[in-house]
Protein backbone atom coordinates (compact mmCIF):
# COMPACT_ATOMS: atom_id res chain seq x y z
CA UNK A 1 0.00 0.00 0.00
CA UNK A 2 3.03 2.09 0.79
CA UNK A 3 4.84 1.55 -2.37
CA UNK A 4 1.08 2.24 -4.14
CA UNK A 5 1.17 5.57 -3.55
CA UNK A 6 4.37 6.56 -4.41
CA UNK A 7 4.97 8.83 -7.64
CA UNK A 8 6.63 6.29 -9.37
CA UNK A 9 3.30 3.76 -9.58
CA UNK A 10 1.09 6.60 -10.20
CA UNK A 11 2.75 7.56 -13.92
CA UNK A 12 -0.44 7.27 -16.35
CA UNK A 13 -0.35 4.43 -18.43
CA UNK A 14 -1.02 4.60 -22.05
CA UNK A 15 -4.35 5.58 -23.12
CA UNK A 16 -5.22 7.10 -20.03
CA UNK A 17 -7.51 10.33 -20.46
CA UNK A 18 -6.03 13.33 -18.64
CA UNK A 19 -9.86 14.58 -18.39
CA UNK A 20 -9.92 11.79 -15.34
CA UNK A 21 -7.88 14.06 -13.43
CA UNK A 22 -9.92 17.08 -12.85
CA UNK A 23 -12.64 14.78 -11.12
CA UNK A 24 -9.69 13.32 -8.75
CA UNK A 25 -9.12 16.95 -7.90
CA UNK A 26 -12.74 17.82 -7.36
CA UNK A 27 -12.63 15.03 -4.74
CA UNK A 28 -10.41 16.58 -2.87
CA UNK A 29 -11.57 19.98 -2.80
CA UNK A 30 -14.94 19.75 -2.87
CA UNK A 31 -13.91 17.66 0.77
CA UNK A 32 -11.76 20.04 1.91
CA UNK A 33 -14.33 23.04 1.30
CA UNK A 34 -16.36 22.13 4.31
CA UNK A 35 -14.62 24.68 5.52
CA UNK A 36 -16.84 27.35 4.64
CA UNK A 37 -19.84 25.51 5.99
CA UNK A 38 -18.24 25.17 9.53
CA UNK A 39 -20.94 28.15 10.50
CA UNK A 40 -23.40 25.75 10.30
CA UNK A 41 -21.51 24.47 13.68
CA UNK A 42 -21.08 27.48 15.25
CA UNK A 43 -24.74 27.65 17.37
CA UNK A 44 -24.46 24.27 18.24
CA UNK A 45 -20.98 24.65 19.25
CA UNK A 46 -21.89 27.88 21.35
CA UNK A 47 -24.69 25.86 23.21
CA UNK A 48 -22.38 22.57 23.68
CA UNK A 49 -19.40 24.33 25.31
CA UNK A 50 -21.23 26.88 26.57
CA UNK A 51 -19.04 29.39 25.28
CA UNK A 52 -19.61 32.57 22.91
CA UNK A 53 -19.14 33.25 19.82
CA UNK A 54 -15.53 34.29 19.12
CA UNK A 55 -14.22 31.69 21.00
CA UNK A 56 -16.00 29.47 18.57
CA UNK A 57 -14.81 31.24 15.65
CA UNK A 58 -11.43 30.94 16.06
CA UNK A 59 -11.08 27.06 15.39
CA UNK A 60 -12.07 28.74 11.53
CA UNK A 61 -9.19 31.00 12.32
CA UNK A 62 -7.01 28.41 13.23
CA UNK A 63 -7.78 26.01 10.31
CA UNK A 64 -6.58 29.01 7.27
CA UNK A 65 -4.11 29.61 8.91
CA UNK A 66 -2.47 26.34 9.21
CA UNK A 67 -4.02 25.85 5.82
CA UNK A 68 -1.70 28.77 4.56
CA UNK A 69 0.95 27.43 6.52
CA UNK A 70 0.99 23.65 5.68
CA UNK A 71 0.59 24.72 2.24
CA UNK A 72 3.99 27.12 2.25
CA UNK A 73 6.22 24.17 4.24
CA UNK A 74 4.27 21.50 2.70
CA UNK A 75 4.84 22.09 -0.96
CA UNK A 76 7.92 21.01 -1.52
CA UNK A 77 6.91 17.62 0.11
CA UNK A 78 4.09 17.55 -2.34
CA UNK A 79 6.41 18.55 -5.50
CA UNK A 80 8.86 15.69 -4.46
CA UNK A 81 5.65 12.68 -3.72
CA UNK A 82 3.29 13.71 -5.79
CA UNK A 83 -0.29 14.32 -5.89
CA UNK A 84 -1.47 10.60 -4.75
CA UNK A 85 0.73 10.61 -1.54
CA UNK A 86 -0.03 14.26 -0.92
CA UNK A 87 -4.19 13.58 -1.36
CA UNK A 88 -3.64 10.35 1.18
CA UNK A 89 -2.07 12.26 3.98
CA UNK A 90 -4.64 15.38 3.33
CA UNK A 91 -7.32 12.51 3.99
CA UNK A 92 -6.46 11.23 6.96
CA UNK A 93 -5.15 14.79 8.25
CA UNK A 94 -8.92 16.23 7.24
CA UNK A 95 -10.61 12.91 8.58
CA UNK A 96 -8.50 12.83 11.97
CA UNK A 97 -9.26 16.44 12.41
CA UNK A 98 -13.14 15.60 12.65
CA UNK A 99 -12.43 12.60 14.93
CA UNK A 100 -10.24 14.40 17.06
CA UNK A 101 -12.84 17.72 17.16
CA UNK A 102 -15.50 15.17 17.94
CA UNK A 103 -13.55 13.61 21.06
CA UNK A 104 -13.42 17.20 22.21
CA UNK A 105 -16.94 17.96 21.83
CA UNK A 106 -17.75 14.81 23.56
CA UNK A 107 -15.64 15.55 26.39
CA UNK A 108 -16.06 19.21 26.45
CA UNK A 109 -12.20 20.19 26.16
CA UNK A 110 -12.59 23.17 23.60
CA UNK A 111 -8.90 22.83 23.19
CA UNK A 112 -9.02 19.35 21.76
CA UNK A 113 -11.44 21.09 18.79
CA UNK A 114 -9.02 23.45 18.47
CA UNK A 115 -6.25 20.66 17.63
CA UNK A 116 -8.07 18.50 15.89
CA UNK A 117 -10.49 20.73 13.64
CA UNK A 118 -7.85 23.33 13.68
CA UNK A 119 -4.47 22.18 13.36
CA UNK A 120 -4.63 18.62 12.21
CA UNK A 121 -7.84 19.38 10.14
CA UNK A 122 -6.34 22.34 8.89
CA UNK A 123 -2.83 20.73 7.78
CA UNK A 124 -5.14 18.36 6.01
CA UNK A 125 -6.83 21.65 4.07
CA UNK A 126 -3.21 23.10 2.96
CA UNK A 127 -1.91 19.79 1.99
CA UNK A 128 -5.07 19.14 -0.07
CA UNK A 129 -5.39 22.39 -1.98
CA UNK A 130 -1.97 22.40 -3.01
CA UNK A 131 -1.99 18.64 -4.36
CA UNK A 132 -3.53 18.48 -7.26
CA UNK A 133 -2.52 22.03 -8.84
CA UNK A 134 1.11 21.55 -10.33
CA UNK A 135 -0.47 18.05 -12.03
CA UNK A 136 -3.32 19.87 -13.35
CA UNK A 137 -1.05 22.07 -15.04
CA UNK A 138 1.44 19.73 -16.58
CA UNK A 139 -1.38 17.44 -17.73
CA UNK A 140 -3.10 20.93 -19.23
CA UNK A 141 -0.44 23.02 -20.59
CA UNK A 142 -2.38 24.42 -23.41
CA UNK A 143 -5.21 25.42 -20.77
CA UNK A 144 -3.28 25.90 -17.27
CA UNK A 145 -6.12 28.26 -16.48
CA UNK A 146 -9.33 26.12 -16.85
CA UNK A 147 -7.85 23.31 -15.42
CA UNK A 148 -6.85 25.17 -12.14
CA UNK A 149 -9.76 26.82 -12.08
CA UNK A 150 -12.11 23.07 -12.66
CA UNK A 151 -10.66 21.71 -9.34
CA UNK A 152 -9.94 25.05 -7.05
CA UNK A 153 -13.76 25.60 -8.08
CA UNK A 154 -14.56 22.93 -5.51
CA UNK A 155 -13.33 24.20 -2.97
CA UNK A 156 -15.49 27.48 -3.77
CA UNK A 157 -18.27 24.72 -4.09
CA UNK A 158 -17.81 22.62 -1.09
CA UNK A 159 -20.15 24.71 1.38
CA UNK A 160 -23.15 24.38 -0.81
CA UNK A 161 -23.28 20.38 -0.33
CA UNK A 162 -21.71 20.67 3.05
CA UNK A 163 -24.06 23.20 4.61
CA UNK A 164 -27.25 21.48 3.97
CA UNK A 165 -25.59 18.09 4.69
CA UNK A 166 -24.82 19.13 7.89
CA UNK A 167 -27.75 20.49 9.07
CA UNK A 168 -29.80 17.63 7.88
CA UNK A 169 -27.57 15.56 10.05
CA UNK A 170 -27.91 17.83 13.33
CA UNK A 171 -31.62 17.17 13.01
CA UNK A 172 -31.59 13.96 12.49
CA UNK A 173 -28.80 12.58 14.73
CA UNK A 174 -30.67 13.80 18.33
CA UNK A 175 -33.35 15.98 19.44
CA UNK A 176 -30.94 19.44 19.66
CA UNK A 177 -27.91 20.27 17.49
CA UNK A 178 -25.73 20.21 20.20
CA UNK A 179 -26.23 16.45 20.93
CA UNK A 180 -25.72 15.88 17.80
CA UNK A 181 -22.73 17.34 16.62
CA UNK A 182 -20.53 14.26 17.32
CA UNK A 183 -22.24 11.86 15.29
CA UNK A 184 -22.35 14.35 12.56
CA UNK A 185 -18.69 15.20 12.47
CA UNK A 186 -18.01 11.58 12.55
CA UNK A 187 -19.91 11.03 9.22
CA UNK A 188 -19.10 13.91 7.87
CA UNK A 189 -15.42 12.60 8.29
CA UNK A 190 -15.60 9.07 6.79
CA UNK A 191 -18.01 10.67 3.55
CA UNK A 192 -14.81 12.64 3.06
CA UNK A 193 -12.22 10.14 3.50
CA UNK A 194 -13.83 7.74 1.19
CA UNK A 195 -13.95 10.54 -1.64
CA UNK A 196 -10.36 11.95 -0.90
CA UNK A 197 -9.33 8.36 -0.78
CA UNK A 198 -11.20 7.67 -4.12
CA UNK A 199 -9.76 10.49 -5.35
CA UNK A 200 -5.90 9.54 -5.26
CA UNK A 201 -6.55 6.58 -6.26
CA UNK A 202 -7.57 8.02 -9.91
CA UNK A 203 -5.15 10.85 -9.60
CA UNK A 204 -1.85 10.34 -11.87
CA UNK A 205 0.84 11.92 -13.39
CA UNK A 206 1.81 12.34 -17.05
CA UNK A 207 4.77 10.05 -18.59
CA UNK A 208 8.11 11.70 -19.75
CA UNK A 209 7.32 11.63 -23.23
CA UNK A 210 3.31 13.00 -23.25
CA UNK A 211 1.91 16.54 -24.30
CA UNK A 212 -1.39 17.54 -25.45
CA UNK A 213 -2.03 16.01 -29.25
CA UNK A 214 -0.56 18.42 -31.99
CA UNK A 215 0.24 21.26 -28.83
CA UNK A 216 3.25 23.24 -29.00
CA UNK A 217 4.26 25.80 -26.64
CA UNK A 218 4.27 29.35 -27.80
CA UNK A 219 7.31 30.73 -29.43
CA UNK A 220 7.33 34.01 -26.23
CA UNK A 221 7.20 31.49 -23.39
CA UNK A 222 9.93 28.68 -25.14
CA UNK A 223 12.03 32.21 -25.23
CA UNK A 224 11.15 33.36 -20.93
CA UNK A 225 12.76 32.49 -17.86
CA UNK A 226 10.11 30.30 -17.38
CA UNK A 227 10.88 28.07 -19.83
CA UNK A 228 13.75 26.44 -18.09
CA UNK A 229 11.49 26.55 -14.89
CA UNK A 230 12.61 27.88 -11.74
CA UNK A 231 13.01 26.54 -7.98
CA UNK A 232 10.85 27.52 -5.40
CA UNK A 233 14.02 28.86 -3.22
CA UNK A 234 15.11 31.26 -6.68
CA UNK A 235 11.48 31.97 -7.14
CA UNK A 236 10.61 33.20 -3.25
CA UNK A 237 13.82 35.53 -3.42
CA UNK A 238 12.62 37.43 -6.32
CA UNK A 239 10.06 40.99 -6.40
CA UNK A 240 7.97 39.32 -9.09
CA UNK A 241 6.92 36.50 -5.73
CA UNK A 242 6.49 39.30 -3.61
CA UNK A 243 4.14 41.22 -5.82
CA UNK A 244 2.07 38.22 -6.23
CA UNK A 245 1.77 38.03 -2.90
CA UNK A 246 0.50 41.36 -2.22
CA UNK A 247 -1.81 40.69 -4.93
CA UNK A 248 -3.54 37.68 -3.89
CA UNK A 249 -3.09 39.21 -0.35
CA UNK A 250 -5.32 42.25 -1.12
CA UNK A 251 -7.62 40.53 -3.77
CA UNK A 252 -8.48 38.35 -0.51
CA UNK A 253 -8.68 40.65 1.81
CA UNK A 254 -11.63 42.45 0.35
CA UNK A 255 -13.58 39.24 -0.39
CA UNK A 256 -13.59 37.50 2.34
CA UNK A 257 -14.16 40.65 4.62
CA UNK A 258 -17.91 40.38 2.79
CA UNK A 259 -17.65 36.36 3.19
CA UNK A 260 -17.09 36.35 6.63
CA UNK A 261 -20.06 39.28 7.67
CA UNK A 262 -22.06 38.53 5.26
CA UNK A 263 -25.49 37.53 6.79
CA UNK A 264 -25.21 40.28 9.40
CA UNK A 265 -24.28 42.80 6.94
CA UNK A 266 -27.21 42.65 4.38
CA UNK A 267 -29.52 42.93 6.81
CA UNK A 268 -27.95 45.73 8.71
CA UNK A 269 -28.07 47.39 4.89
CA UNK A 270 -31.49 46.64 4.18
CA UNK A 271 -34.02 46.16 7.60
CA UNK A 272 -36.86 44.00 5.12
CA UNK A 273 -34.38 41.11 5.12
CA UNK A 274 -34.79 38.46 7.50
CA UNK A 275 -32.08 35.82 8.94
CA UNK A 276 -33.92 33.20 6.07
CA UNK A 277 -33.19 35.92 3.23
CA UNK A 278 -30.16 36.53 4.60
CA UNK A 279 -28.88 32.65 4.76
CA UNK A 280 -30.25 32.65 0.71
CA UNK A 281 -28.39 35.79 0.24
CA UNK A 282 -25.09 33.56 1.74
CA UNK A 283 -25.79 30.99 -0.63
CA UNK A 284 -25.93 33.33 -3.83
CA UNK A 285 -22.57 34.57 -2.32
CA UNK A 286 -21.01 30.37 -2.26
CA UNK A 287 -22.38 30.19 -5.69
CA UNK A 288 -20.68 32.85 -7.37
CA UNK A 289 -17.29 32.46 -5.84
CA UNK A 290 -17.47 28.94 -6.95
CA UNK A 291 -18.33 30.00 -10.50
CA UNK A 292 -15.62 32.77 -10.13
CA UNK A 293 -13.06 30.40 -10.15
CA UNK A 294 -13.91 27.93 -13.20
CA UNK A 295 -15.24 31.52 -15.30
CA UNK A 296 -12.26 33.64 -14.77
CA UNK A 297 -9.57 31.29 -14.53
CA UNK A 298 -10.99 30.08 -18.05
CA UNK A 299 -11.26 33.66 -19.44
CA UNK A 300 -7.41 33.87 -18.28
CA UNK A 301 -6.30 31.32 -20.75
CA UNK A 302 -7.37 34.02 -23.54
CA UNK A 303 -6.94 37.27 -21.54
CA UNK A 304 -3.79 36.60 -19.79
CA UNK A 305 -3.13 36.67 -16.14
CA UNK A 306 -2.28 40.27 -15.92
CA UNK A 307 -5.13 41.56 -17.23
CA UNK A 308 -7.57 39.25 -15.73
CA UNK A 309 -5.82 40.90 -12.46
CA UNK A 310 -6.45 44.52 -13.73
CA UNK A 311 -10.07 43.27 -13.75
CA UNK A 312 -10.19 41.67 -10.53
CA UNK A 313 -8.62 44.76 -8.46
CA UNK A 314 -9.63 47.48 -10.80
CA UNK A 315 -13.46 46.83 -11.65
CA UNK A 316 -13.46 45.57 -7.72
CA UNK A 317 -12.52 48.94 -6.57
CA UNK A 318 -14.99 50.73 -8.30
CA UNK A 319 -17.71 48.09 -7.32
CA UNK A 320 -16.86 48.68 -3.83
CA UNK A 321 -16.92 52.04 -4.20
CA UNK A 322 -20.42 51.90 -5.81
CA UNK A 323 -21.55 50.08 -2.47
CA UNK A 324 -20.32 52.56 0.09
CA UNK A 325 -21.92 55.32 -1.95
CA UNK A 326 -25.61 53.80 -3.34
CA UNK A 327 -25.40 50.32 -1.84
CA UNK A 328 -28.48 50.54 -0.24
CA UNK A 329 -30.42 51.63 -2.90
CA UNK A 330 -31.62 48.12 -3.81
CA UNK A 331 -31.46 44.62 -2.25
CA UNK A 332 -31.03 43.60 -6.01
CA UNK A 333 -27.89 45.86 -6.91
CA UNK A 334 -26.55 44.99 -3.35
CA UNK A 335 -26.73 41.50 -4.48
CA UNK A 336 -25.25 41.88 -7.92
CA UNK A 337 -22.53 43.65 -6.88
CA UNK A 338 -21.16 41.48 -4.06
CA UNK A 339 -22.01 38.66 -6.64
CA UNK A 340 -19.59 40.17 -8.76
CA UNK A 341 -16.88 41.05 -5.97
CA UNK A 342 -17.12 37.13 -4.95
CA UNK A 343 -16.92 35.93 -8.00
CA UNK A 344 -13.20 38.12 -8.41
CA UNK A 345 -12.51 36.39 -4.84
CA UNK A 346 -12.88 33.19 -6.20
CA UNK A 347 -11.29 33.84 -9.48
CA UNK A 348 -8.83 35.05 -8.04
CA UNK A 349 -7.46 31.76 -6.23
CA UNK A 350 -8.00 29.92 -9.50
CA UNK A 351 -6.17 32.10 -11.63
CA UNK A 352 -3.03 32.15 -9.43
CA UNK A 353 -1.47 28.96 -10.18
CA UNK A 354 -1.72 29.75 -13.86
CA UNK A 355 0.05 33.21 -13.16
CA UNK A 356 2.68 31.53 -11.09
CA UNK A 357 3.38 28.86 -13.78
CA UNK A 358 3.79 31.90 -16.70
CA UNK A 359 6.40 33.12 -14.64
CA UNK A 360 8.29 30.83 -13.19
CA UNK A 361 7.54 27.52 -14.99
CA UNK A 362 6.54 24.29 -13.71
CA UNK A 363 9.45 23.01 -12.13
CA UNK A 364 8.50 23.96 -8.76
CA UNK A 365 5.17 25.28 -9.51
CA UNK A 366 3.55 23.47 -6.54
CA UNK A 367 6.01 24.45 -4.04
CA UNK A 368 5.80 28.17 -5.04
CA UNK A 369 2.06 28.37 -4.56
CA UNK A 370 2.14 26.65 -1.44
CA UNK A 371 4.35 29.57 -0.15
CA UNK A 372 2.51 32.16 -1.94
CA UNK A 373 -0.82 30.67 0.19
CA UNK A 374 0.43 32.68 2.99
CA UNK A 375 -1.10 35.37 1.54
CA UNK A 376 -3.97 34.05 1.97
CA UNK A 377 -3.90 32.97 6.24
CA UNK A 378 -2.92 37.16 6.44
CA UNK A 379 -5.71 38.08 4.62
CA UNK A 380 -8.08 35.58 6.38
CA UNK A 381 -7.07 37.63 9.69
CA UNK A 382 -7.02 41.22 8.50
CA UNK A 383 -9.76 40.71 6.42
CA UNK A 384 -12.48 39.99 9.04
CA UNK A 385 -10.68 42.05 11.31
CA UNK A 386 -11.19 45.06 9.61
CA UNK A 387 -14.95 44.71 8.88
CA UNK A 388 -15.73 43.58 12.64
CA UNK A 389 -13.12 46.20 14.41
CA UNK A 390 -14.62 49.46 12.14
CA UNK A 391 -18.22 48.11 13.31
CA UNK A 392 -17.81 47.84 16.38
CA UNK A 393 -16.33 51.23 16.47
CA UNK A 394 -19.21 52.44 14.74
CA UNK A 395 -21.67 50.89 17.23
CA UNK A 396 -20.12 52.07 20.07
CA UNK A 397 -20.48 55.48 18.21
CA UNK A 398 -24.29 55.03 18.42
CA UNK A 399 -24.15 54.48 14.39
CA UNK A 400 -26.67 51.77 12.84
CA UNK A 401 -27.39 50.18 9.77
CA UNK A 402 -25.42 50.10 6.70
CA UNK A 403 -23.21 53.35 8.50
CA UNK A 404 -21.40 50.26 10.16
CA UNK A 405 -19.64 49.84 6.87
CA UNK A 406 -19.01 52.86 5.19
CA UNK A 407 -15.91 52.78 6.04
CA UNK A 408 -14.93 49.79 5.45
CA UNK A 409 -15.87 49.56 2.11
CA UNK A 410 -14.16 52.89 1.53
CA UNK A 411 -11.05 51.35 3.26
CA UNK A 412 -11.31 47.70 0.86
CA UNK A 413 -11.47 50.48 -1.89
CA UNK A 414 -8.03 51.44 -1.24
CA UNK A 415 -6.81 48.15 -0.69
CA UNK A 416 -7.68 46.90 -4.01
CA UNK A 417 -5.59 49.98 -5.65
CA UNK A 418 -2.55 48.61 -3.56
CA UNK A 419 -3.30 45.27 -5.44
CA UNK A 420 -3.69 46.93 -8.82
CA UNK A 421 -0.72 48.82 -8.53
CA UNK A 422 1.57 45.41 -7.37
CA UNK A 423 -0.10 44.35 -10.02
CA UNK A 424 0.68 46.38 -13.32
CA UNK A 425 4.42 45.73 -11.40
CA UNK A 426 4.79 42.55 -12.14
CA UNK A 427 7.45 42.09 -15.09
CA UNK A 428 8.42 38.82 -16.84
CA UNK A 429 11.43 37.17 -15.00
CA UNK A 430 14.70 37.91 -16.89
CA UNK A 431 16.07 35.25 -19.19
CA UNK A 432 19.74 35.80 -17.54
CA UNK A 433 17.97 34.44 -14.05
CA UNK A 434 16.15 31.80 -15.50
CA UNK A 435 16.65 28.00 -13.50
CA UNK A 436 19.02 28.42 -10.86
CA UNK A 437 17.70 25.05 -10.10
CA UNK A 438 20.23 22.60 -8.24
CA UNK A 439 22.34 20.27 -10.29
CA UNK A 440 20.97 17.39 -8.29
CA UNK A 441 17.54 18.33 -8.48
CA UNK A 442 15.36 15.62 -10.21
CA UNK A 443 11.81 17.02 -11.11
CA UNK A 444 8.89 14.54 -11.60
CA UNK A 445 8.25 13.52 -15.18
CA UNK A 446 5.98 15.97 -16.49
CA UNK A 447 7.94 18.77 -15.23
CA UNK A 448 10.93 16.72 -17.14
CA UNK A 449 8.26 17.09 -20.35
CA UNK A 450 6.92 20.32 -19.58
CA UNK A 451 10.97 21.76 -18.93
CA UNK A 452 11.27 19.79 -22.85
CA UNK A 453 8.33 21.38 -24.47
CA UNK A 454 8.55 24.85 -23.34
CA UNK A 455 12.59 25.34 -23.77
CA UNK A 456 12.18 24.02 -27.19
CA UNK A 457 15.24 21.35 -26.51
Request: with cysteine; aromatic share 12%; charged share 10%.
Amino acid sequence: MVSFLDREKSVAPPGYSRWFVPPAALAVHLSIGQVYAFSVFKAPLVERFDSSLTAIGVVFSIAIVMLGLSAAFGGKWVEANGPRKAMFVSGLCWTTGFAVGSLGVATGQLWLLYLGYGVIGGIGLGIGYISPVSTLIKWFPDRPGMATGMAIMGFGGGALIASPLSAELLSRYADTPAEAIVPSFLTLGAVYFVAMMLGALVIKVPPADWKPQGWEPSPAVAATAAGEGVSVERAFRTRQFWLLWIVLFCNVTAGIGILEQASPMIQDFFAEVGPAEAAGYVGVLSLCNMLGRFVWSSTSDVLGRKRTYIGYLGVGAVLYLLIAVAGTGSVVLFVALTGVILSFYGGGFATIPAYLKDLFGSFNVGAIHGRLLTAWSAAGIAGPLIVNVIADQQLAAGRSGAELYTFSLVLMVGVMVVGFVANMLVKPLPATAAAEVPADAEPDAGARVQQTQESGR
